[in-house]
């Protein structure tokens, strides 16, 4: 796995400005040694040709529709053929990045990184970056499911357009963002101008100790960064109600046999539903921290560092769509050692 490919997943509902990132990253990284992989949603493939990419750039275009449509098919063949061009010299990169189009839902993309033996160890999923247009993420959506299926699977969010709209639409568009996923940190970009190290080579699906809620955004503006603390609204718009939103749950020491099944039935009856989850959990009599993390149906478990809280706080957090938040917080309430 050590020289697996690095592959970042780049995804956003159709205008969000993916393309944008794209050549500004290929315009200050001219010596890249990158392949893109590129869907369009049609017969011909408009964004490929906009593309700005130099010599070390190769572009494949898949044009027979949506890439979650086609992943037993074409998207796994032109994942297979980018490694054999590679191993024969034909082609030559160090990183992938599969750009969507803005209609696909990520589930079965991010999933045949994971299932298709002949691709796991030859591509290692980075991180899945998903851009939000500002101006009309909100009926986004209202009107389109994927739209949120897109945020919630975000390992990064780039808010784009911020500087097309009002105060309080951006604050608006903020908040419902960060409500559908707030484990995703949140950047304010404008015209693309992100740095390439806020969205490659995060290695998110890592198994790492690491479990941290947003607490803000960054503010990206001509090579400097801010940070800026949520702020809640007064009032929220009544389409609030998405059907995918995250859920925190907490607790002492667990018991590993129970929160084993515990997992293993959410996986078994809610796994369909849950879009990514991951848990840094304290397990009793053991010194390690316990680290979680899937998609849908596909899990990973294993022992981290040691804890150094006195006492260890186990945490887990699952964004998904209608789950039975209650009965699950009853279930968790019930590892407890």
Not at 149 to 165: E, H, M, P, Y
Not at 298 to 318: C, H, K, M, N
Request: with cysteine; aromatic share 6%.
């Amino acid at each position: 796995m050590t020289n697996a490919v690095a592959v970042t997943l780049l995804t956003g509902f159709l205008g969000a400005g993916k393309t944008t990132l794209l050549n500004h990253f290929l315009r200050h990284h001219a010596d890249a040694s990158v392949a893109i992989l590129e869907n369009e949603f049609g017969a011909a493939n408009i964004d490929g040709a906009l593309l700005e990419g130099g010599s070390g750039v190769s572009v494949v275009e898949l044009s027979n529709g949506c890439v979650c449509c086609s992943v037993r098919g074409e998207f796994r063949t032109a994942l297979a053929d980018l490694l054999v061009r590679r191993a024969a010299g034909e082609l030559r990169f160090e990183r992938l990045i599969v750009e969507t189009t803005g209609l696909a839902d990520p589930a079965p993309i991010i999933q045949t990184f994971f299932v298709e033996e002949e691709l796991r160890d030859a591509l290692r999923l980075d991180a899945v970056i998903t851009l939000v247009d500002c101006e009309h993420i909100g009926r986004q959506l209202d009107e389109h499911p994927v739209a949120a299926a897109q945020i919630g699977f975000a390992d990064r969010i780039l808010l784009t357009k911020t500087d097309r709209v009002d105060g309080a639409t951006r604050e608006a568009a903020i908040a419902r963002v960060h409500g559908i996923n707030p484990k995703a940190q949140i950047l304010d970009i404008v015209q693309g101008e992100c740095p390439a190290e806020c969205w490659l080579d995060l290695d998110a699906f890592s198994l790492s100790d690491e479990l941290a809620l947003s607490s803000g955004l960054r503010i990206v503006r001509a090579g400097q960064q801010g940070f800026e603390a949520f702020r809640p609204l007064s009032a929220r718009p009544r389409s609030w109600q998405d059907a995918i939103s995250a859920h925190l749950f907490e607790g002492g020491e667990l018991d590993l046999k129970q929160i084993g099944a515990f997992m293993e039935q959410c996986i078994e009856l809610h796994g369909n539903d849950m879009l990514r989850y991951k848990g840094v959990l304290a397990i009793a009599g053991e010194s390690r921290r316990l680290i979680v993390q899937g998609v849908h149906r596909v899990a990973g478990f294993d022992y981290g560092s040691p804890w150094e809280e006195t006492p260890p706080q186990s945490r887990l957090v699952i964004i998904g769509r209608y789950l039975p938040v209650e009965a699950l917080r009853a279930g968790f309430a019930r590892t407890q050692a």
